[in-house]
């Protein structure tokens, strides 16, 4: 139980683009996804906190604007970065909470590469 | 405040040799603990989990844990590294809430042969 999909694996993108970040849980519904974000030899930060249906909480110094985060359903949930740069570089890893037992999934990450 | 702290950064073991992770905690109450470990490139895979009971905890890959409250402490151990082992492992803290969840900075194993 508790399968977490997270897609792209890796991407590419030029530096003002927009690139959009899937993480579905497969066979649970997670009313909460955590996203995260990793940079080179350091840990995983928290970005922000969704709940399916509201808006996303964003934790201090994440850009809501700049990061857009849809939890529409309870399976699906969505991370655009907007205009990247090349500091947007990173490993974005997502978190869906699963209701039915305590403990923390995660998805198999994003690399994100911009140019 | 709730904090992950993992003080070796880097570990290097050779093949065969015992291994412990230290890490330590603060959290005004009982933890929910975790190790989880990530292959370059790769994302999370939990190895172990505390939540309550036997404070000696085994995990997936032959590796074990034991809590011990009194020195807010949660180190990792496996008695034989193997070379698939070198990899980044990471202590985490969660809150009996759900709601919270805190990473430590991560240590680096590397393996020689």
């Known amino acids: 139980g508790a399968v977490v999909s997270q897609h792209p694996s890796w991407v590419i993108c030029k530096s003002g683009t927009s690139v959009k970040i899937e993480c579905r849980s497969l066979?649970?519904?997670?009313?909460?996804m955590f996203w995260y974000r990793q940079f080179p030899k350091q840990s995983l930060m928290l970005m922000a906190t969704s709940n399916e249906g509201s808006k996303a909480t964003y934790e201090q110094g994440v850009e809501k604007d700049k990061f857009l985060i849809n939890h529409a359903s309870l399976t699906l949930s969505t991370l655009t970065v907007t205009s990247a740069h090349p500091e947007d570089s990173s490993f974005y890893i997502c978190s869906p909470r699963d209701l039915n037992v305590y403990g923390y999934t995660f998805g198999s990450g994003t690399r994100l590469t911009v140019v | 405040a709730q904090s992950v702290t993992q003080p070796d950064i880097h570990i290097t073991v050779s093949e065969g040799a015992s291994l412990e992770l230290r890490c330590n905690y603060s959290y005004g109450a009982t933890p929910y603990l975790f190790w989880y470990v990530q292959s370059p490139g790769q994302g999370l895979q939990l190895l172990l989990k505390y939540f309550s009971g036997d404070t000696l905890v085994q995990g997936i890959k032959g590796f074990e844990a034991e809590f011990k409250r009194s020195q807010s402490s949660f180190n990792l151990r496996k008695p034989s590294v193997h070379w698939s082992d070198a990899a980044e492992y990471f202590c985490a803290v969660g809150t009996n809430t759900g709601n919270q969840f805190y990473f430590g900075t991560g240590t680096s194993l590397t393996v020689i042969p």
């Open positions: 066979d649970f519904q997670a009313t909460t």
